[in-house]
């Protein structure tokens, strides 16, 4: 990535070049959280001492293949910790001719990459031929997230394990349970609390919006028919809306066509995305909303300002939200051999 597209300040050129190259074509597609004590990093260092370097043969192999492995993985994680929990459900495929959808074939989970699946699958596949029958989708997509964020320039934190497979993934249960793209910080808030999440939870975890890109549709009306005002959203940098207008028509744009959530450093996690919300770069209305708000605005300013601070701060989100709705033994879960699959 070359400096000229690495500060909020660059010019309006410059942003609309960066955009132009970073714009690409996609190639394809309530649980309060439970106590730590449930989960522990060494759950499995008996059963299968190298789960982790196992696992982080495939994350690294498919980070240099196929990048967008990184954050399509993570935004797995997300979408299934706040469906159901931390329980695998979202990698469950329908079954055909089944009139109850799964998860991942919800109306908001349409765009989830295949990429993140996949990863999940070769995981899958490595660590049942040397630990059959002993570690969890759930636990593997937890553990893959972690090593994307450090492939992608993150902090490395340890993941706590002993989570079980889900039994439930319903597609009916998703709308309700994740984020949109034009929440409040009310509406933000209060998903997030219902999760047991806090409000600082709430701005560090929207950090992993630092590297990962968004479809048109999740942000053309803030450039052209904010909340019905029939104007572009008045916070966002014109240079920002121009750029993203060049790609993003009002109608009958390319659905396929995405944009960076962070314009200035978008295949590197750091603390960029911080800054643009307060220089308002922001992609999406959620994002920008958390600069504005004088409940989170202070917390968006501090972690700008301070890498190390949101690095250690994320690391901690991270591991609270991995415990939400997270199921344990027979009773409640399963451990499935194929991850699409129930048993």
Known sequence: MSSSCSSPSSSWFTLTSCLTIFFLLSTSASFAAKPHRQLSVDYYAKSCPQLEKLIGSIT???????????????RLFFHDCFVE????????????GSKVLAERDAPDNK???E??????RKAKALVESKCPGVVSCADILAIEARDYVHLAGGPYYQVKKGRWDGRISMASRVASNIPQANFTVNQLLKLFNSKGLTLE?????????????????????????????????PVMDPRLQRALRMSCPHYGGNPDIVAPFDVTTPFVFDHAYYGNLVAKLGLLASDQALALDPRTKPIVQALAKDKAKFFQAFGVAMEKMGSIGVKRGRKHGERRKDCSMHM
């Open 85 to 96: 929990g931390c329980d695998a459900s979202i990698t469950i495929k329908s079954q055909q």
């Open 115 to 120: 990429e993140g699946f996949e990863s999940v």
């Open 201 to 233: 939870d709430l701005v560090v975890l929207s950090g992993a919006h630092t590297f990962g890109y968004a479809h048109c549709q999740n942000f053309v009306s803030r450039l052209y028919d904010y909340r019905g005002s029939k104007q572009p959203d």
């Open 60 to 74: 690294s192999q498919q980070f240099k293949e196929a990048p967008v492995s990184g954050p399509a993985t993570i």
């Open 111 to 113: 765009d989830l990459r």
